[in-house]
């Protein structure tokens, strides 16, 4: 392998006090050290590493006591994978000791480790070039692999033949897939050749580790592109997506194929600026996208004219949507909120004051503004006459901000009387509070009184009468 040492290139986010000190510490020892992987890759890419992990010739047990030397609190787990952590206030820093991996039996971490005594043995095991970079404490990167060339050039490339990387751990198919969504990046032909092969190895991968991946692959900047080349390879996470690639629709409402329309709402959704990171897309509108039309190919009905339907798509979508997001066990509340975005997402009230009320209490006013989000981003990946619906989710709008600035509220919990309130005028305690708190807010909601203090203690005492 040729060894490089390039320049580092920005010193708009400095190394932090707390990682010089422990390369110092290492290295006036007579060790080398160097920051390794995702931290040396974002500076150069003038972004703000999430955490650093150093690499070191030190071995773990001289490690420790360096540390210990030091007065620095760590953490040795160098039986398990060759590390040890040291704990600080700016945050922990990991230190692995230069090493060979094993076999992977698990498909997730290496049988066995045994420490080399260089950088050259130690990249071996890294995943890819971009991610095999080492910094010294002076800024200069060491590049064994060619990493720096392939992320000027954009590109994710595995380190060494890549149907062994993916053999070892099949989670790095979708690794590779969000990095490319996450940077712009284009995954090199060999590379993509070995994850399509290898896909159905993820099948084998833990629903967690699969679903923290999916999360950083359809936020991405770049997620429809991604999604578009690797759409069979997500097929095996979620099945329902790869039947709608290349399904017509056979209506004038759509221009698309469905996964294409499915990736054109992906990329409808907005992708938020956050200063020192890339941009990214809203997870839970990200999810809706991606999921909200798996239904269709299920509902599918030619009619005697070629026109396509596929009515109650919503409704089968939500139940694709809630097994996939149960199956990959993501937390309950999100489960049931993307559930709600899906089978809402072709839902359009009348366009009156009282249609559009209720249909925000049953939806949540905070969920129906990423709905709104989402209807937009589906309307504008339809066809020109589809487009034409925007003027209904306009119309909704506005009555829905009207609501607001009034002051009106969307659950039983808000009104302007609690359940002590009607106890106090005479009612027993027990069901019979709730059904008279439920008759209020259906007489709010209905225009028939308004939610006032007095007006609505009058309208108990009516009640209890």
């Known amino acids: 392998m040729v060894f490089e040492a390039h320049e580092r290139r920005t010193d708009k986010f400095p190394i932090p006090a707390s990682v010089s000190m422990i390369l110092g510490l290492l290295g006036a020892a007579g060790h080398e050290a ?15 590493p999430h ?12 490690t420790a006591r360096i540390l210990e030397d030091a007065g620095i609190r760590h953490l040795d787990n160098a039986s398990v994978h060759g590390t040890v952590t040291a704990i600080l206030e700016g945050g922990n820093i990991e230190i692995t000791t230069f090493r060979v991996d094993g076999k992977y039996s698990d498909l997730r971490r290496p049988d066995s480790v045994t420490f080399a005594g260089s950088i050259e043995e130690d990249v071996r095991r890294r995943d890819f070039t971009v991610n095999s970079l080492y910094m010294d404490k002076d800024g200069s990167v060491r590049d064994v692999t060619g990493g720096i060339k392939d992320l000027e050039a954009g590109v994710i490339r595995t380190v060494g033949d890549p149907d062994e990387r993916f053999g070892e751990d099949a989670l790095r198919i979708l690794r590779a897939m969000r990095f490319a969504s996450r ?14 092969k290898c896909a159905d190895e993820l099948k084998k991968i833990s629903a967690e580790r699969i679903a923290s991946e ?27 997506l790869a ?60 009619d005697e004219y070629g026109t396509g339907h596929m009515r109650g798509h919503p409704e089968a979508g939500r139940r694709i949507a809630e097994r996939v997001l149960t199956e990959l066990k993501y937390p309950t509340a999100f489960t049931r909120d993307v559930c709600k975005l899906v089978a809402f997402h072709d839902v359009f009230t009348p366009q009156e004051r009282t249609a559009v009320h209720r249909f925000l209490c049953d939806l949540g006013p905070d969920l129906y503004e990423k709905l709104k989000v989402l209807q937009r981003a589906d309307i504008m990946a339809h066809s020109e006459l589809g487009r034409r619906r925007i003027r209904r989710l306009e119309y909704m709008s506005e009555i829905a901000d009207e609501l607001k600035a009034d002051g009106a509220v969307f659950a039983v919990k808000d009104l302007a009387i609690s359940g002590s309130d009607v106890i106090s005028l005479g009612c027993p305690e027990g069901p019979e509070v709730g059904k ?7 007489k709010y909601l209905a225009g028939e009184i308004s939610n006032k203090r007095e007006l609505l203690m009058e309208s108990v005492k009516e009640m209890i009468s």
């Open 214 to 240: 999916l999360n950083g692959i359809i936020c991405g900047k770049d997620a429809p592109a991604v999604i578009r080349r690797c759409w069979r390879i997500l097929g095996v996470i979620i099945p329902e």
């Open 243 to 302: 039947l709608c690639h290349g399904f017509d629709q056979h209506t004038h409402f759509h221009d698309r194929d469905c996964l294409e329309h499915t990736l054109c709402v992906l990329e409808g959704i907005p992708l938020e600026e956050k200063e020192g990171s890339l941009p990214s897309r809203d997870l839970m509108l990200s999810m809706s996208a991606l999921l909200h039309d798996l239904g269709k190919p299920e509902c599918f009905k030619l």
């Open 51 to 62: 955490d650093f992990d150093i690499s070191s010739s030190c071995s773990p047990d001289v």
């Open 436 to 442: 008279i708190l439920n008759l209020l807010f259906e």
């Open 34 to 48: 160097y920051i390794a992987g995702g931290a040396v890759r974002d500076m150069l890419l003038g972004l703000v």
């Open 183 to 196: 940077f712009g990046f284009r995954i090199e032909d060999e590379t993509f050749a070995a994850m399509e």
